[in-house]
């Protein structure tokens, strides 16, 4: 895992090198809607999802700009939590994914449709254990699932994803049981909205917010 620091100067060194919107985790896809979802319902009481899908301040921006949801908070899941801190899990060897914890209100949008943002425009689903310039285990694409019925769906789009030959690579998403989410330290919470005009943001992580607003104008709401 990159420090911030590095994680600038790295967005700096690609600058030099690519055109706006460079790297494919930038590139959104046009995707179907899943033909397996959870069932509409009225129940407004809020339900959660958890993504992973490299660096989780670009996740958990998109997240907060999809109508529906409530709160997206960064975090790590796949590990235990006396390893669950940002310089630690950087090494790459605690089992940790940085992740977001999506809250959401069903009775407006379903799990099935934060799927379909998570693979079209939140990240890259056929990097392994990578994303943009963020290399190792903790930047791999995971879903991270509550109870069986998110894993039914889940696997569901990937199955469907997969058939349709959706991207041109192979989607690499790990499907995990979900258990437990420990939310990152408080400076990486809304990292984008405070640090706008980092290098880093600007390169890796505004033109998904940009993929968002013009392939969900439905659902895309400023906040």
Known sequence: MFSTLQ????????AALCVSGCGSSSVAATLPDPAVDAAKTADKRPATAVFAGGCFWGVEAVFKHVKGV???VSGYA????KTAHYEIIGMGLTGHAESVQVTYDPSQISYGQLLRVFFSVAHDPTQLNRQGPDVGTQYRSA???ADPEQQRIAQAYIDQLSKAKAFARPIVTQLTPLNAFYPAE?????YLAKHPESMYIVINDMPKLNNLRQEFPQIYVSR
């Open 7 to 14: 994680k600038t100067f790295a967005a700096a060194a690609l």
């Open 70 to 72: 409530t709160s997206a």
């Open 78 to 81: 796949g590990g235990s939590a």
């Open 143 to 145: 879903i991270f699932y």
């Open 186 to 190: 408080d400076y990486h919470q809304d």
